[in-house]
């Protein structure tokens, strides 16, 4: 059964840094692209940050560019998305989810295209 777990997500201050971690069981990451998806109470869900199995590139949303980082260890089957200088704006679910229909990942990311999903884990920026 594939099941993919989030945690990492509390509150912090703005300007502060969380790292959040996306662990997949029964499931290999090797082949499929990865995205952190957010979504904030009345909005939209949106995609935040991509990373690619076929080259490891990795793609971010304007939003976050240079304020957070995505990576992948195959080996570990986790995602990990670091945020740093974080914004009262950046309050939100985080989920992660995984495309089986791709390598290369996309920005924004097409959310039909990812079929596994997490739970979500709850991110508040707050002073």
């Known amino acids: 059964q594939v099941q993919f777990v989030e945690s990492g997500g509390g509150m912090v201050q703005p300007g502060g840094s969380l790292r959040l971690s996306c662990a997949a069981s029964?499931?290999?990451?090797?082949?499929?692209?990865m995205c952190w998806f957010r979504q904030a109470p009345g909005k939209e869900r949106q995609g935040v940050s991509c990373?690619?199995?076929?080259?490891?590139?990795?793609h971010y949303a304007d939003s976050v560019k240079g304020r957070f980082t995505i990576s992948r260890d195959n080996a570990k089957t986790t995602v990990y998305l670091q945020m740093n200088s974080l914004k009262l704006e950046d309050t939100a679910v985080y989920y992660c989810?995984?495309?089986?229909?791709?390598?290369?990942?996309?920005?924004?990311?097409?959310?039909?295209?990812?079929?596994?999903w997490g739970q979500g884990t709850q991110v508040t920026v707050s002073p």
């Open positions: 029964g499931f290999t990451l090797d082949y499929y692209a």
């Open positions: 990373v690619s199995s076929s080259d490891g590139s990795t």
């Open positions: 989810a995984a495309n089986t229909m791709r390598t290369r990942a996309t920005m924004p990311p097409l959310e039909y295209e990812y079929d596994y």
